[in-house]
């Protein structure tokens, strides 16, 4: 049986649904000789903003049950580099290049997302108003509507033809209506979720295992939440969802999609193996081809409930 | 299926304990087989995963080549937590997902008297460095160890370099004594070459001497690390311009001016 794993999302064709999630695939560059990067659905690169960044002090990761911390702090080298440097010797023509994007505030979220709309290899932009491990900015746009709403506006407007996606987080009480007011401020689409805030520390030496103390925590723990978020999300609005949590193996991607999803995104399970995501890719169509499942659009959000 | 990729299934060869006594000091020898992993610098590491991973742990862990040929590849392992437990339990025929060789190797200068400071499991790269020499006589061993010397590779490196030294560090008085002997060592070894792997403190005394002595010398840093192919910025160390750099791809072997060596990994 021949399956169709292509997916519209707007404003560019998609070959199937799994792309890398932002800051666990690097700049895309650091995994090419794991795999081939044009194989993958898109890649969504470690987040950038105006300025390098220095990042948060050592140590920032942390291995936790079936997951891990982080407070990397957003360290990257900023967008002149980026486009400069790596975007070039990226495979932008025959897969997205989704640039995410951190800044401390709405006015700086809107100059980058002008110079990023500029470059004819950004696919889109993926707005962080989630990132739990940065003081100014940060998750504070990604807890208030009213906030989330503006942001997602502002950026629109110096998008240009790019589309713009926003990124949620989980740490809310109610995602839904942060995801209506981004939609509402013009999203094109929403990624869901970003890390949940967590904490892990020695009893020996009595100190936290992040210099930061907190940090976000993902991997397989997250994904029972990444896909009740993602379920919730979808029932709400009509933008496309792309979900993202602790997604491990094509089953998985699987049912973000049967909860509503467009597409994914592999996180740390690029960790675990640094071919992962391109097997997952691989694996996904012999999947759908043993459960009868001739296109991702027919069974996107045919989860039978009650 | 044919999938893509520089990540290999590795059959366990053997799982032998180092020495009479290495298996009740946690201290145990590797062997794949087949490693297929080409040529590698003596000071590079691979990033191991058991298949009995699963889901948990998340992380793969990172280990020295100790000695690698085309038929084998030999890590050797000091039991510290619940990876490093799970690994020295495997059996012959059981396999795990190797990725390397990783990251910048030490330097070797064949003419060049090469000072070696090794603490504890921090001998491991030493053994391939020793092997992969061009002149062994050259090279001048120092090892700091708590467990008994048995459970190190120490006997066989003593046999190929010119010189080597073992001292056992049982009580923290020991410690003064120990620092005694690299301050010789290294001011010995300023117009040489200094190659170092070991805890952090040790790393940082190493870094200290080499400094005062003017001595040019090299540390290998084990950070903790996620990916250990660049992707996730977990495993950094500040360089001399403040910058974090990845010590996965542009370490683990640094030269010591290079760093702004921290407590904190
Ligand atoms: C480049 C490199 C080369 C290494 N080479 C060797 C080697 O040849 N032989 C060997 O036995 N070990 C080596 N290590 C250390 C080895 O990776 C750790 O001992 C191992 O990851 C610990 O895993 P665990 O699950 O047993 O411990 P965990 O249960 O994860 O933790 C137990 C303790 O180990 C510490 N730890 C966790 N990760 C590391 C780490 N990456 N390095 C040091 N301590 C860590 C934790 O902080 C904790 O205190 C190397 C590390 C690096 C980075
Ligand atoms: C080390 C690390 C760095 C991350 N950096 C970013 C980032 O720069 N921007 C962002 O939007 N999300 C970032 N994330 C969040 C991931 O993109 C993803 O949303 C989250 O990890 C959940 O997915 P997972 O469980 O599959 O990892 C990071 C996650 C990790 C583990
Ligand atoms: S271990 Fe991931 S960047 Fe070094």
Request: net charge negative; charged share 20%.
């Amino acid at each position: 049986m021949s399956v169709d794993t292509s997916v519209r999302l707007p404003g560019m064709p998609v070959k199937n649904p799994v792309m890398t999630a932002s800051g666990t695939f690097g700049y895309g560059l650091e995994f090419a000789p794991y795999g081939d990067l044009r194989s993958l659905g898109g890649i969504v690169v470690k987040g950038l903003s105006l300025a390098p960044r220095l990042g948060n002090p050592m140590p920032r990761i942390a291995e936790t049950p079936c997951g891990m911390l982080n407070a990397i702090g957003l360290q990257n080298c900023g967008v002149e580099k980026f486009l400069r440097d790596k975007l070039p010797r990226l495979p932008w023509r025959e897969t997205p290049i989704i640039a995410n994007l951190y800044a401390c505030d709405a006015d700086e979220f809107a100059e980058l997302a002008g110079v990023l709309s500029a470059e004819e290899g950004v696919a889109a932009l993926e707005v962080n108003i989630s990132c739990p491990n940065v003081k100014a900015g940060g998750i504070a746009f990604g807890q208030d509507p009213c906030m989330a709403g503006k942001l997602a506006e502002a950026v629109k407007k110096r998008a240009g033809d790019k589309p713009v996606w926003v990124k949620l987080s989980p740490n809310v009480t109610d995602i839904v209506s942060i995801a209506r007011a981004a939609v509402l401020g013009g999203a094109d689409a929403l990624t869901c979720i970003n890390t949940l805030t967590g904490m892990s520390v020695d009893i020996r030496s009595r100190k936290p295992r992040l210099a930061n103390v907190i940090g976000g925590l993902s991997g397989p723990a997250i994904k029972p939440v990444a896909l009740r978020a993602v379920w919730q999300v979808c029932q709400a609005v009509s933008a496309p969802v792309i979900g993202v949590g602790g997604i491990s193996s094509a089953e998985d991607v699987l049912e973000f999609i049967l909860v509503g999803a467009h597409a994914v995104q592999i996180g740390t399970a690029n960790f675990m193996r640094p071919d992962m995501a391109f097997r997952i890719a691989e694996r996904l169509p012999q999947l759908m081809a043993e459960l009868g499942i001739e296109d991702l659009a027919s069974y996107r959000g045919s989860l039978r409930v009650g | 299926m044919a999938l893509s990729g520089a990540c290999r299934d590795l059959t366990i060869l053997s799982v032998t304990e180092a020495g009479p006594e290495g298996g009740a000091h946690g201290c145990y020898y590797i062997e794949l087989a087949n490693p297929g992993l080409g040529s590698a610098v003596a000071g590079q590491f691979v990033m191991v995963r058991p298949a009995c991973f699963g889901q948990d742990p998340v992380w793969p862990r990172p280990f020295s080549i100790c000695r690698l040929t085309p038929e084998a590849l030999t890590l050797f392992v000091q039991v510290c937590g619940r990876g490093t437990d799970v690994l020295c339990r495997l059996v012959p025929g059981d396999t795990v997902t190797v990725w390397g060789p990783l990251g910048q190797g030490f330097s070797l200068e064949p003419d060049t008297p090469t000072l070696m400071l090794a603490g504890g499991v921090g001998l491991a790269p030493f053994v391939e460095y020793a092997a992969t020499h061009p002149a062994p006589a050259n090279l001048d061993l120092v090892f700091g160890h708590r467990q008994p010397l048995s459970c190190y590779p120490f006997a066989e490196m003593a046999a190929v370099v010119g010189r080597a030294q073992a001292f056992q560090e049982n009580t923290p008085e020991d410690l003064p004594r120990f620092i005694e002997l690299l301050e010789t060592k290294v001011a010995e070894y300023a117009g040489g070459l200094i190659v170092a792997c070991g805890p952090r403190p040790f790393l940082m005394t190493v870094a200290r001497l080499a400094r005062r002595f003017g001595a040019r010398a090299q540390v290998s840093l084990e950070n903790r690390m996620a990916c250990g192919v660049g992707g996730c910025l977990g495993c950094v160390e500040k360089n001399a311009l403040g910058q974090y750099v990845q010590t996965c791809t542009q370490g683990p072997v640094f030269w010591v001016e290079e760093l702004q060596l921290s407590e904190e990994a």
